[in-house]
């Protein structure tokens, strides 16, 4: 089945201990992104990567990190979580008219 | 800064009427796409327009686009409860990037029974 997996679903963490969200597709899409949705602000893309080792900065990538070392696997890094990336995190894949969307984690920072 | 803004923030209809949700963006755009989100879920695409088009329909929907405007519509005929959900407008092409993707704040339709 065509799908964008995420993990964990639900994290509960505490200010300044590092975590990493993992997403993975397995529909060989060379673009992928994650997102943050926040009640009243829609989604912002925070990072995007058109290709392998190729990532760029969306609108809100501060205190965040990514990385693209292979196809299938784009994982979001949180070096030192605060209460404001307190979140639902969606990560996504496909071409530029067509995204495929995970089915979120749901962060929170204490 | 969001590119897509969609309007009404809320919408509540009665089954069987139709929706209309509008999207207007700042800058020159590649496509706009709509796409549905169920309570806290993952987004699911809906449609695509291109830049050089200027209506696009599938099954009950129908999106029009008005380049002179920076305007989008998404109209759902026939609406069903089914399709209370979140609808969301996003572009790419905004900013001279042919990558960024921005999405708005979206709309929540309320289709009662």
């Known amino acids: 089945e065509a799908q964008v997996t995420q993990n964990p679903r639900y994290l509960i963490t505490v200010t300044g201990k590092k975590l990493t969200v993992t997403c993975s597709q397995n529909?060989?899409?060379?673009?992928m992104s994650w997102y943050r949705q926040d009640p009243g602000l829609g989604l912002r893309q925070i990072y995007y990567?058109?290709?392998?080792?190729?990532?760029d900065k969306g609108d809100v990538p501060e205190g965040y990190k990514v990385s693209r070392k292979e196809k299938r696997n784009f994982p979001l890094i949180l070096e030192s979580p605060s209460p404001n990336q307190t979140s639902l995190y969606f990560c996504a894949s496909g071409p530029m008219w067509e995204q495929y969307f995970g089915p979120g984690t749901r962060l929170t920072v204490t | 800064s969001q590119q897509g803004e969609e309007d009404p923030q809320a919408l509540s209809i009665q089954e069987g009427e139709n929706a209309t949700m509008n999207c207007s963006y700042k800058t020159s755009i590649n496509n706009l796409q709509w796409y549905r989100q169920n309570s806290g879920r993952g987004l699911v695409h809906l449609i695509l327009?291109?830049?050089?088009?200027r209506e696009k329909h599938s099954g009950r929907l129908r999106v029009t686009l008005d380049t002179s405007k920076k305007s989008s519509s998404l109209l759902i005929t026939a609406s069903r409860a089914a399709d209370t959900a979140s609808y969301f407008c996003a572009t790419d092409g905004s900013g001279g990037s042919n990558y960024k993707l921005t999405f708005g704040k979206g709309t929540l339709l309320t289709v009662n029974p």
């Open positions: 327009i291109r830049s050089n088009e």
């Open positions: 529909m060989n899409h060379e673009y």
């Open positions: 990567s058109m290709n392998v080792e190729v990532t």
